[in-house]
């Protein structure tokens, strides 16, 4: 069974930057997508960012040209890469994984999903 493993959060001030990773181990399918959803307390889950096998990626409005969602197969590991960060940005940012290509930000297309990793913005 496919586990991921998020790591990279942490507290940063408004305009920083952080770069959150998603390592996937017992990784066996041959197309896949992996998504970055984060959510707060009282608030449904809000898909951010995705990236299938063949490197198609798709954002939310909200994070659209400050984050960078971005892979390297040999680690198996899934990036995002969070540029000028605001305090909404703050939540616990998850990762997820499924079979096939279809970078999607619904978290129902999502199977497999990480622990978390919490990240805080300052003003």
């Known amino acids: 069974q496919v586990q991921?493993?998020?790591s990279g959060g942490g507290s940063v001030q408004s305009g920083g930057s952080l770069t959150l990773s998603c390592t996937m181990s017992r990784f066996i399918w041959s197309t896949y997508s992996v998504g970055w959803f984060r959510q707060v307390p009282g608030k449904e889950r809000e898909g951010v960012a995705a990236i299938d096998s063949t490197d198609l990626?798709?954002?939310?409005?909200s994070?659209?040209?400050r984050f960078t969602?971005?892979?390297d197969?040999?680690?198996n590991r899934v990036y995002l890469q969070m540029n000028a960060v605001?305090?909404?940005d703050t939540a616990m940012y998850y990762c997820a994984a499924d079979e096939g290509d279809?970078?999607?930000?619904?978290?129902?297309?999502y199977g497999?999903?990480?622990?978390?990793t919490q990240v805080t913005v300052s003003p």
């Open 112 to 116: 497999y999903w990480g622990q978390g």
């Open 73 to 75: 197969n040999a680690k």
């Open 102 to 109: 279809m970078p999607a930000l619904a978290s129902n297309q």
């Open 4 to 6: 991921l493993a998020e």
């Open 69 to 71: 969602i971005y892979q």
């Open 57 to 61: 990626t798709t954002y939310a409005a």
């Open 63 to 65: 994070v659209k040209g």
């Open 86 to 88: 605001k305090p909404e």
